[in-house]
């Protein structure tokens, strides 16, 4: 994750910016799930064994005919000598063997086996809406990445020829009652589906392939799966069912730049869309911007030919630039991570730089804001490229953190951004003002200042109990929690949150403005939960009085500690 964050601040600064800002639309195929749905060549080797097993050594059952017509069709000299010597003997290659071979995986499925449907394969030998469709396959991490993006509003759209339904998953198992797009992806597939979701403001998921959830649901949809060379090659042409999205995914070509993970656009019809697009409004190469980045181990030969049909002569005559700045060599999962992390940092930064004493060249704007980048840095490392961590931090502390801070009596209810929009709109959107988001941006850049300080070291609390929490330990080792809010009806949820447990009893209740800073008063109820100590004291600061004292970094610590030991 480190060259990732390393490479957004600098040769792909321009990609990050686009997804800051909502100006990119992702690629995704099969690699982003690898760890979660079987690849190609287990699916080549699931359509061997299942025609091996049913054919047996029945030399003119269908099976074994058209088992014999792949080894003899698709494969090279020495595998068709083996099975040729006891087809009823010969062992199935494994996943592993079958890889040099993936781009044969369309030709394979389209085998006809007998009278049966063109897609007999794909239903029976790969049994694709339990193989990929099944309610008890779990998002992996690069999902919830893609579906974090979405609920931050970076990403409006996406395209996939994956048939999963794992982006889906995760968005929904990240949404809440108060999510801003009522918890779910807009999945557009048929012509009623872009009728339907023409005004919804969810994210659209383009499924350009399929899906096998809405398969095993109806057979009306049976259709919409692409697999085998037909359906790649009559993809998107007139009376295709599959126009529509064809014509849609065009205009997303026209209009956004390309990010691409895991997929090899090793289909023809991934080109063909490319192409098109490219003939319709062409983007113009520009090593700075690329408008078109792959991030992959190694750039293959779809690629290529993608940015070969793109840029067309630009391509032929600057070869190795346009591959260059096209390719950012890693997989998906550290690439996405980072781009989270820093758009969460970036948005911190524009909110907080909207309030009068951080504007352009105050000393604490440049230290909170070095302290933000400085942080970033810290977790790329330790996060590396496992980004599990991260993905609970943001929705087990941060989340339930901004959620207690607008007064929600249940922070646990769903993922929240600190901002739901571009970062261009969070520097002067009228209503992030009205909601004093501002405001938590500035208090959670200066406790993360305070914390790299070495004053105090701030931890916000994940688990369910205390979800959102800031747990202050001061060098003498004395603990203080404190919850930030926004007002004093976030202030009253605060107090009377039954998770306050800490044997002292003290509890520190934080806002940027407003608050009596030297004010104590007694809890309402006598308690804070089952171990406070009746009579328990809710200590309020205001953080801006901290902040407009200090003229340098020495004063900012020692205020903040005499305001936190009070």
């Given at each position: 994750m480190v060259i990732a964050l390393e490479a957004l601040k600098g040769s792909q600064a321009a990609l990050l910016d686009d997804v800051a800002n909502a100006n990119r639309v992702f690629w995704l195929g099969s690699g982003i799930s690898w760890n979660q749905v079987p690849g190609l060549a287990e699916l080549i080797r699931?359509?061997?064994?299942?025609?091996?097993?049913?054919?047996?050594?029945r030399p003119g059952d269908i099976h074994a005919i058209a088992l014999h017509a792949i080894i003899h069709g698709r494969f090279p000299e020495n595998i068709q000598t083996a099975f040729d010597a006891d087809p009823s003997a010969w062992v199935v290659p494994s996943a592993g063997e079958l890889e040099p071979y993936v781009e044969k995986y369309a030709k394979i499925l389209a085998q006809t086996v007998g009278n049966e449907r063109t897609d007999y394969l794909l239903w029976n030998a790969v049994e694709v809406c339990r193989t990929y469709g099944a309610p008890s396959i779990e998002p992996g991490e690069n999902h919830l990445l893609i579906a974090l993006l979405m609920h931050e509003g970076n990403l409006p759209h996406a395209v996939t020829t994956n048939w999963d339904g794992l982006i889906e998953a995760a968005y929904s198992s990240l949404a809440g009652s108060s999510s801003p797009t009522l918890g779910h992806v807009s999945v557009l597939m048929t012509q009623e589906d872009f009728r339907a979701n023409a005004n919804s403001r969810a994210p659209r998921l383009y499924k350009i392939h399929g899906c096998a959830i809405r398969a095993s649901e109806s057979l009306e949809y049976r259709d919409y799966l692409v697999a085998q060379t037909l359906d790649i090659a009559t993809w998107g042409q007139d009376g295709d069912p599959h126009r529509r999205v064809f014509q849609m995914v065009t205009e997303l070509m026209t209009d956004f730049r390309t990010l691409v993970f895991g997929l090899s656009f090793q289909d023809e019809n991934l080109v063909r869309v490319h192409s098109h697009a490219s003939k319709e409004l062409p983007w113009a190469w520009d090593e700075r911007a690329p408008a078109y980045v792959i991030s992959d181990k190694a750039l293959q030969d779809g690629h290529k030919t993608i940015l070969q049909s793109s840029y067309g002569i630009e391509y032929s005559s600057n070869r190795t630039a346009v591959e260059s700045a096209s390719h950012i060599p890693m997989y998906s999962e550290p690439m996405l991570a980072a781009l989270l992390l820093r758009t969460i940092g970036l948005k911190i930064q524009a909110l907080a730089g909207r309030l009068d004493g951080l504007k352009e060249g105050t000393w604490l704007r440049g230290a909170l804001f070095?302290?933000?980048?400085?942080?970033?840095?810290?977790?790329?490392?330790?996060?590396?490229?496992?980004?599990?961590?991260?993905?609970?931090?943001?929705?087990?502390?941060?989340?339930?953190?901004?959620?207690?801070?607008?007064?929600?009596?249940?922070?646990?209810?769903?993922?929240?951004?600190?901002?739901?929009?571009?970062?261009?709109?969070?520097?002067?959107?009228?209503?992030?003002?009205?909601?004093r988001t501002p405001e938590i941006a500035a208090m959670l850049a200066l406790l993360n200042y305070l914390d790299l300080s070495g004053a105090w070291k701030v931890r916000i609390e994940s688990t369910p109990a205390r979800a959102g929490m800031v747990l202050l330990r001061?060098?003498?080792?004395?603990?203080?929690?404190?919850?930030?809010?926004?007002?004093?009806?976030?202030?009253?949820?605060?107090?009377?949150?039954?998770?306050?447990?800490?044997?002292?009893?003290?509890?520190?209740?934080?806002?940027?403005?407003?608050?009596?800073?030297?004010?104590?008063?007694?809890?309402?109820?006598?308690?804070?939960?089952s171990a406070r100590r009746p009579g328990a004291l809710t200590h309020e600061i205001s953080l801006a009085d901290i902040w407009l004292r200090a003229t340098n970094a020495e004063e900012l610590r020692t205020v903040f500690s005499q305001k936190v030991t009070i």
């Amino acid at each position: 994750m480190v060259i990732a964050l390393e490479a957004l601040k600098g040769s792909q600064a321009a990609l990050l910016d686009d997804v800051a800002n909502a100006n990119r639309v992702f690629w995704l195929g099969s690699g982003i799930s690898w760890n979660q749905v079987p690849g190609l060549a287990e699916l080549i080797r699931r359509v061997l064994m299942y025609l091996k097993t049913e054919g047996g050594s029945r030399p003119g059952d269908i099976h074994a005919i058209a088992l014999h017509a792949i080894i003899h069709g698709r494969f090279p000299e020495n595998i068709q000598t083996a099975f040729d010597a006891d087809p009823s003997a010969w062992v199935v290659p494994s996943a592993g063997e079958l890889e040099p071979y993936v781009e044969k995986y369309a030709k394979i499925l389209a085998q006809t086996v007998g009278n049966e449907r063109t897609d007999y394969l794909l239903w029976n030998a790969v049994e694709v809406c339990r193989t990929y469709g099944a309610p008890s396959i779990e998002p992996g991490e690069n999902h919830l990445l893609i579906a974090l993006l979405m609920h931050e509003g970076n990403l409006p759209h996406a395209v996939t020829t994956n048939w999963d339904g794992l982006i889906e998953a995760a968005y929904s198992s990240l949404a809440g009652s108060s999510s801003p797009t009522l918890g779910h992806v807009s999945v557009l597939m048929t012509q009623e589906d872009f009728r339907a979701n023409a005004n919804s403001r969810a994210p659209r998921l383009y499924k350009i392939h399929g899906c096998a959830i809405r398969a095993s649901e109806s057979l009306e949809y049976r259709d919409y799966l692409v697999a085998q060379t037909l359906d790649i090659a009559t993809w998107g042409q007139d009376g295709d069912p599959h126009r529509r999205v064809f014509q849609m995914v065009t205009e997303l070509m026209t209009d956004f730049r390309t990010l691409v993970f895991g997929l090899s656009f090793q289909d023809e019809n991934l080109v063909r869309v490319h192409s098109h697009a490219s003939k319709e409004l062409p983007w113009a190469w520009d090593e700075r911007a690329p408008a078109y980045v792959i991030s992959d181990k190694a750039l293959q030969d779809g690629h290529k030919t993608i940015l070969q049909s793109s840029y067309g002569i630009e391509y032929s005559s600057n070869r190795t630039a346009v591959e260059s700045a096209s390719h950012i060599p890693m997989y998906s999962e550290p690439m996405l991570a980072a781009l989270l992390l820093r758009t969460i940092g970036l948005k911190i930064q524009a909110l907080a730089g909207r309030l009068d004493g951080l504007k352009e060249g105050t000393w604490l704007r440049g230290a909170l804001f070095a302290a933000i980048e400085h942080r970033e840095s810290d977790l790329a490392r330790r996060i590396g490229d496992q980004s599990t961590t991260f993905i609970s931090f943001q929705s087990r502390a941060l989340s339930p953190l901004i959620r207690r801070y607008h007064g929600d009596a249940d922070p646990a209810d769903g993922y929240t951004p600190i901002y739901y929009g571009p970062v261009s709109d969070a520097l002067n959107d009228p209503h992030a003002s009205q909601n004093r988001t501002p405001e938590i941006a500035a208090m959670l850049a200066l406790l993360n200042y305070l914390d790299l300080s070495g004053a105090w070291k701030v931890r916000i609390e994940s688990t369910p109990a205390r979800a959102g929490m800031v747990l202050l330990r001061g060098t003498d080792t004395s603990t203080i929690q404190m919850a930030l809010v926004k007002d004093d009806a976030a202030a009253i949820v605060a107090r009377k949150a039954s998770e306050w447990r800490h044997p002292t009893g003290r509890m520190i209740i934080a806002r940027l403005t407003g608050s009596s800073p030297n004010s104590a008063q007694r809890s309402p109820t006598g308690r804070m939960g089952s171990a406070r100590r009746p009579g328990a004291l809710t200590h309020e600061i205001s953080l801006a009085d901290i902040w407009l004292r200090a003229t340098n970094a020495e004063e900012l610590r020692t205020v903040f500690s005499q305001k936190v030991t009070i």
